[in-house]
C-alpha cells in the first residue's frame, strides 16, 4: 500500500508547487522600501541613543 501513497504524495506536492502564485513587482517593491525605511528609523532610534 505504501507504494502507491508515496509517488501519489510527490505528484500532488509537485502539482502544489507548480500552482503557486506569481507575486506582483510593484508590490513586492513598494513592501521592500516600507520594511527598509522602518528598519532605518529604527536603525537611527538605536544610533541616537547610545
Do not use: C, Q
Not at 509517488?7 to 517593491?29: H, M, Q, R, S
Amino acid at each position: 500500500m505504501h507504494i502507491l501513497i508515496f509517488p501519489a504524495g510527490f505528484i500532488l506536492w509537485y502539482l502544489a508547487y507548480e500552482a503557486k502564485p506569481i507575486f506582483n513587482d510593484e508590490v513586492t517593491l513598494h513592501w521592500e522600501e516600507k520594511n527598509i525605511s522602518k528598519r532605518n528609523k529604527l536603525l537611527n532610534i538605536i544610533n541616537d541613543s547610545f
